[in-house]
């Protein structure tokens, strides 16, 4: 699958596994499992500089810009202002035009609040942001995200870190279906064939911070997950054999006694 | 004695020089400019800006990095 590459606004991504940076125990540590999940873009979240201690070091000398995507996320916004407004620092602090906007409804289910997000998209868009929206498995709102401009869609699988894995494969697989850019599934992986299971489906790449960060071994799961990500694609590639309730003999009849 | 006022830097209140300039304030606070942001009364200043940005009493400065966050 050497050609089998994701363009998103312009920019060729050899994984399609895309991994958050939170949660580590250190910078060290979110390096190595990085680096084990192969992935190539890594979300980061924009947030007040520590100045009261300035021995802290900053997570950027650990994640070359060269060779990652680097995505900053609204995380922990809760209205299109704040959204806005953590999308405009991140670009001042950074590298790119990308944002993961997020705007959120809920602090109990993290649930997007999707008119807010696409709100916030459209005056994003609008200032030159390549907008890239975390939204709820909904195949109306996500169509709605694409005709305001956003060149791909990512739906959650399950709550943020809930690690429920697919909760919702029928609407994931029409929003595959309906949507002509490509869809990240973001959020919800619990496991390694949740990963597989959403690139099955379809999905583009797969989106996932917490399942790798607060497995046992963090760096192992990466590992995990970067075949699960990539067996799921080569699964999504051949055509799975179609469901049927009876069986079909894989031995041939002819020739027995 | 320099002339001092007060700001406030990420929530908190501090004092600096009256002719400061953000640029002056980072390199006070160890800040390396490239790969932060800072808001001054809620406008993003421009990188090429902070060394000619003066501070004046009241102004409240955000600076604001990359962290660890993910979905």
């Keep these: ?257 | 004695m320099a002339e001092t006022i007060q700001i406030q830097v990420n929530g908190e209140q501090r004092g600096c020089g009256a002719d400061a300039t953000v640029g002056d304030l980072l390199r006070e606070l160890a800040i390396k400019t490239e790969r932060v942001a800072v808001e001054l009364n809620l406008e993003i200043l421009d990188r090429k800006d902070f060394d000619h940005q003066s501070l004046k009493q009241g102004d409240r400065v955000e600076i604001l990095s990359f962290i660890g966050g993910g979905v």
């Design chain 1, 1 to 257: 699958m050497t050609d089998d590459r994701l363009i998103i606004a312009g920019r060729e991504l050899k994984s399609r596994l895309w991994v958050g940076t939170g949660k580590y125990k250190d910078f060290a540590e979110t390096k190595k499992a990085i680096e084990a999940s192969g992935a190539d873009v890594v979300t980061v979240a924009v947030r007040r500089v520590n100045i009261t201690d300035r021995s802290k070091e900053n997570l950027l000398d650990y994640l070359d810009p060269k060779k990652y995507t680097i995505l900053p996320n609204t995380a922990g916004c809760y209205n299109v202002e704040d959204a806005v407004r953590y999308a405009r620092l991140a670009r001042a602090a950074g590298v790119s035009d990308l944002i993961k906007l997020e705007v959120l409804g809920d602090e109990r289910t993290l649930f997007p609040d999707t008119a807010g997000l696409i709100e916030a998209a459209k005056i994003l868009i609008k200032e030159g942001f390549i907008v890239l929206p975390y939204t709820n498995d909904d195949p109306i709102v996500a169509q709605k995200l694409v005709d305001i401009g956003c060149p791909v869609v990512m739906p959650l699988a399950a709550p943020i870190g809930s690690g429920l894995g697919i909760r919702n494969p029928y609407n994931l697989k029409i929003i595959m279906e309906m949507i002509k850019v490509p869809i990240i599934v973001d959020a919800g992986v619990g496991t390694a064939s949740d990963a597989a299971f959403a690139m099955e489906l379809g999905a583009d790449a797969v989106l996932m911070n917490t399942a790798i960060a607060g497995a046992q071994d963090p760096i192992a799961m990466a590992e995990a997950m970067k075949y699960a990500v990539y067996a799921g694609r080569l699964a999504y590639k051949a055509g799975r054999i179609p469901r049927k309730l009876y069986a079909t003999a894989s031995s041939p009849i002819e020739g027995m006694l």
